[in-house]
């Protein structure tokens, strides 16, 4: 629908400018001289010869003789444009020159202001010869402003939109790519289609008027860029579908990408030494993009839909692509079109989208699964009651300062008459105490790691120096149990030893050491309890 809808505001907007612009100055017929006949022709028209011919327009019902330019569009010609008898605008090709053909190109010719004879000449030479006929398109007599925004914009909306489109999604495509690290899907399927979209995006771009009149002056670089993208059009979709159906075909898809390069790669160096060139060789391409697309077609249709999700939604989606293409190739053999269709632009796209939708059902299956690996796996490391790291968390953390070369302070706390305050007021209190234990070790100790392993045992990792001094102030501090009515004061003994990384005293050690610290701080607090 919004193509349809597209292809009526483009017929709309063509129609509106051509009355805004008063662009009547299309001209529609002239005569051709050609195999020494001359007859009247209607533009645009197709000349069916490999030899030199002239073309004559009457301009002088077309122009108002101020700021008036005679615009056209050619393939593989190169001409010459006489008024009054005088050359006023030549377009050659040398010999040595990429491409040789001339390539297609767009020719704003500026008429001089003072002119008696209103018939314009315009003698054309045929560049290659491997094209036996040349198509002469409507000649537009009319200012660049006109001309650009009452044809050509209003002609190509519908193709500079989808352009834009797939360049825009596949920018978006590779820079997410790229940029989702964290989350580990990396899904090559995504990039295959955001290249995919890139080379689509570019092939068009290059048939389109618009941007070969925007970009008249590198031609050359078009030519290239056309026939590039031309050239890889089946790989990006061959990667797509390889490793994603039966494995027996994958031989074949990597076959068949390697034919592609190989194939683009003779061409460029046969067009780089001048013994061919692009255009020339263009039937040589056709056929592997025959090929390249029969395999796919058969990698579709003879992959198991059971063993195989995937099979029926891309062979759904391809199915519009080979016949589009198929279309494509027959108008090219038989002369009626030289470049591939615009509807297989369209089914290309649609392609895309499915692959999109399928792309980001599968983002979203893998984050589904992400976060649920990531819950369970902060349940395996957290500690239920106090949220922090549990005995495994703290063991696989030991495991890391062992392979890690950094010095560690490792202090180990106990909190004091957890006992008493289980058997005097419940468990539920003693449950309270450890929480409000953990959120104060939390609170002194925020930028290290702290671990409970256990009832009343707490384990802080730092790699800091923790002096004993501080020690001291958080074990003075007065801190009560927090949730609860009643006023229950905690306090806490450490312990505290430091673990070199490249000393001979072993981390089991140091952990020893640490509780040995603890449990005589624990004594000296309950010897003071008692001299009070």
Known sequence: MMIISLLFVSNKNEYKYNTMYNLDYIVSSAEIECHDNIQKISLPYKVKTANPFNIYIDVGKYINRTHQNITMFTRFLEFECYIDGKKIYEYKVSDNSIPRSGGRVYHVINLPDNFKDENVLIKFKPKTDQIKSFK???????????????????????????????????????????????SGFRNKRIFDIGILCLIIAIYYATQLEIFNYLFRKYYKAIYFLDFLSFSHYSIPMLILVRGRLDRRFDKFLTASIYMCIFNFSIQFILTLLGISEFHNMVKYTHIVLFISYFVILMALIFSSSKDYPEKMSMLLSSVPIFL??????????????DSLSPILLISLFVFVIIQVYFAINAFMYMQKESLNTRTYERLMLTDALTKLGNRYSFE??????????????????????????????????????????????KENFAKDSIYRLGGDEFVIISYNDIDDEYLEEIKNKEYFVK?????????????????????????DDVLEDADKNMYIDKKNIKNAKKNT
């Open 136 to 182: 002469i398109n409507k000649i537009y007599i009319t200012n660049s402003e006109y001309f650009f925004i009452g044809v050509l914009l209003s002609k190509d909306i519908l193709g500079v939109i989808l352009v834009a489109t797939l360049i825009i999604v596949s920018i978006m495509i590779v820079m997410f790519y790229f940029m989702d690290r964290g």
């Open 324 to 337: 589009s293409l198929a279309s494509s190739l027959f108008e090219y053999w038989t002369g009626n079109y």
């Open 396 to 441: 696989q953390k030991l495991e890391e300062i062992k392979k890690g070369r950094d010095d560690v302070t490792i202090i180990s706390s106990d909190l004091n008459d957890l006992k008493e305050i289980n058997d005097t007021y419940g468990h539920s209190y003693g449950d309270a105490a450890i929480i409000s234990a953990a959120r104060y070790l």
């Open 483 to 507: 949730g609860i009515n009643k006023q229950i004061k905690i306090s806490f003994a450490f312990g505290k030893s430091i673990y070199k990384h490249n000393s001979n005293y072993e981390l």
